[in-house]
């Protein structure tokens, strides 16, 4: 179970920097917050801080790809499309992302459905909801959560830094 958490949280990290990552040129096809943001208070990333350093998560990146480094279909990470992370993070009413194991439904519907994948990218997904203050899902505006993760290693980036395991 610490595996996973920390996989998790590695992967959330992950998440974070890559809907961080700064352009060279803005991108005046995405609307900009109608609020200002204050995120100068995680500058510090002191204990109640959501950011950790660099160093920090591949120390929790390596210890999890150690612990799976022979066991070939395990996950290692889950990619999430950023533009539709940003569409569904647009109500401000989400405070909170949770981030839920789930079975590929191409799984469940070739008759698996209840059973043990273990983190077989073949079998595994993620499937990421909102909630408020008051602790109840909010979901799109169409009514539905996100999923359609991609799994690493089965899609991986082939080139730049995110095609490593680790924080480069």
Do not use: W
């Amino acid at each position: 179970m610490r595996k996973i958490i920390i996989g998790f949280a590695a992967l959330l990290l992950t998440v974070v920097v890559a809907c961080s990552k700064k352009n060279s040129t803005p991108d005046t096809s995405i609307a900009t917050p109608t609020k200002e943001l204050d995120f100068h208070k995680y500058a510090i990333m002191g204990l109640d801080s959501p950011f950790i350093s660099i160093d920090t998560g591949n120390i929790m990146l390596n210890s999890y790809l150690n612990s799976i480094q022979n066991r070939t279909n395990e996950v290692k990470s889950f990619i999430v499309d950023a533009d539709a992370l940003r569409y569904y993070l647009q109500n401000t009413n989400i405070k909170h992302v949770k981030l839920m194991l789930a079975h590929k439904l191409s799984y469940v519907r070739g008759g698996n459905a209840n059973q043990y994948a273990g983190m077989d990218y073949n079998a595994m997904t993620m499937i990421i909801a909102g909630f408020g203050s008051d602790y109840d899902y909010i979901y799109s505006p169409q009514g539905a959560v996100m999923d359609f993760s991609i799994p690493c290693p089965n899609s991986c980036p082939g080139t730049g830094t995110a095609g490593q395991n680790t924080l480069q």
